[in-house]
């Protein structure tokens, strides 16, 4: 059963760092991997799909990294503002089926 | 874009009632429809898979008596939770696969319903 960890699980940093939220899969059989932004009461806003075949994907100040091999992605968002605060989900779809195993997020705020 | 809509986006019940939760998706046809259940500070959780026209599977330890899902066209699921109980209180969410290319790789997700039972 594929297991889906996301560290830290929380994150509290200035307003300006670089950072990075890590994902960790236990199954490397995987179709892509996707990152979600949820705010609070909110439903999910994806910010990044890597296809099994790639290695990273970019959207503005967002970077995502992939090795299957080693079962890890990594978010990396580059000159943090407060509003990115909200919790950052990272889901891996298997090359079986389509629904989607999800980590229990990392919740980051950034402080002014 | 893809969007994917949910009704109500929150609802509180009494013990014992039943409650009914609507997936559409607007703008495109959808073969399969997931539902998704998250608890505070936990992840989403997946519930069912739903295909137009067919029976809903459901995951381990998921009531398929207590939670009804009806998928009757391909652009609308529902899912009405039985009986609902305090326990059943938590955060539904559904996503939807699109019937073209772009179900290949990615679902587009609802805004969420929040359920409180008291």
């Known amino acids: 059963k594929q297991e889906v960890t996301q560290i830290p699980a929380a994150l509290s940093v200035p307003e300006g760092e670089n950072l990075v939220l890590n994902c960790s899969f236990t199954?490397?059989?995987?179709?892509?991997l996707q990152w979600f932004r949820q705010d609070p009461g909110k439903g999910l806003t994806s910010l990044l799909l890597?296809?099994?075949?790639?290695r990273e994907q970019t959207s503005g100040r967002l970077n995502a990294s992939l090795d299957k091999s080693s079962g890890r992605s990594t978010l990396y968002i580059a000159a943090s503002q407060p509003g990115d605060s909200a919790t950052y989900l990272c889901?891996?779809?298997?090359?079986?089926?389509?629904?989607?195993?999800f980590g229990k997020g990392t919740s980051l705020l950034v402080t002014p | 874009g893809a969007v994917v809509s949910q009704h109500p986006s929150w609802v509180i019940c009494k013990s014992g009632t039943s409650v009914k939760i609507e997936c559409r998706s607007l703008?495109?046809?959808?073969?399969?429809m997931f539902w998704y259940r998250q608890f505070p500070k936990q992840s989403l959780m997946l519930m069912a898979t739903?295909?137009?026209?067919?029976?809903?599977?459901?995951e381990q330890g998921v009531e398929k008596d207590k939670f009804l899902i009806n998928h009757a066209s391909l652009t609308l699921s529902t899912l009405t939770v039985t009986s609902a109980h305090p326990e059943d209180s938590s955060f539904y969410i559904c996503?939807?696969?699109?019937?073209?290319?772009?179900?290949?790789?990615?679902?587009?997700f609802g805004p969420g319903t929040r359920l409180t039972v008291l």
């Open positions: 889901a891996v779809r298997p090359n079986s089926g389509y629904a989607l195993n």
């Open positions: 739903s295909n137009e026209g067919s029976k809903a599977t459901y």
């Open positions: 703008d495109f046809q959808a073969t399969t």
């Open positions: 199954d490397s059989a995987i179709y892509n």
């Open positions: 890597i296809q099994s075949s790639q």
């Open positions: 996503s939807a696969r699109a019937l073209d290319s772009r179900g290949d790789n990615e679902q587009f």
